[in-house]
């Protein structure tokens, strides 16, 4: 690491419901609600939709300042879910929150029709995995409803991602393919200032292209001008420092990369232990300061 801190950009981004992000002044902690049987990452699932509701205002209570709610695992290896089922999971969950939520809702999936439903319900951004890749169509839903939209680096689908994990230069790469991303978003409609990027830590990456992702943020900040997601919350890269262990059991390890994350620059991390994780990005924030002064 250089001896100074890269700069955290300021940006303001408008989302749907009346919403507003202030990014920068502080990194936001998004907590991840899955409402799946098969989460890789926690041990009980959250199917009852009222379950799920008191889940998220723990999560908002914890620190949250985003939710960020999914029907369908996107784990490695994960069989695609029908949209009607996808959206029977999540839209009865976004129903009970709206109103009474504070914070933003985020709809974690990459299918038109689910985060057409949800934005309805009171989402106000959609965070799409594929980064539009999957079904470009999700970018004329969220430029009508005017929300945000998270693009996300990916190659192939859940099922065969690392078949495509070989790069010759990974930051060049991926730079490139959100920019493509971008592309594709204000090309039907969506504005620039409502465009989030995530590099995909754990996506279609081998070990080797996480790290490498999480130690090069600054460089997709200069490069991409948009405010940066890092998720690195009990994915499997740690496995090579850590030893192998089920993922419940990595939040020391995500504590670790969260901090990385802070220091190089990120606007959001998302994550699934909130409360622990608040105090990982607090104090990695107050270090930040310290550090430029």
Known sequence: MSSTLPSRRLYTVPL?????????????????????????????????????????????AEGADIVDIGGESTRPGATPVPADEEAARVIPVIKALAG????????????SSVARLA??????????????RYDPALAAVVAEHGAALIVMHMRGRSR?????????DMVTEVTAELRDSMSVATGAGVSQDRIIVDPGIGFAKRTADSYRVLARLPNFAASLDRPLLAGPSRKSFMSGALGHRPPHERDWGTAAAVTAAVLG?????????????????????????????
């Open 16 to 60: 749907a419901h009346g919403h507003v992000l202030h990014l920068g002044p502080r990194p936001l902690v998004m907590g991840i609600l899955n409402v799946t049987p098969d989460s890789f990452a926690e041990r009980t699932p959250r199917l009852d939709p009222g379950a799920a509701a008191e889940w998220a205002l723990r999560l908002v």
């Open 265 to 293: 620059g990120a606007h959001i991390v998302r994550v699934h232990d909130v409360g622990a994780m608040a105090q990982v990005v607090r104090v990695a924030e107050e270090i930040r300061h310290a550090w430029i002064g």
């Open 119 to 132: 934005l309805d319900a009171g989402a106000s951004l959609v965070n799409d995995v594929s980064g539009l």
């Open 100 to 111: 009474q939520l504070r914070a933003p809702i985020s709809i974690d999936t990459y299918k």
């Open 160 to 168: 065969e991602m690392y078949v495509d994990a070989e790069y010759g």
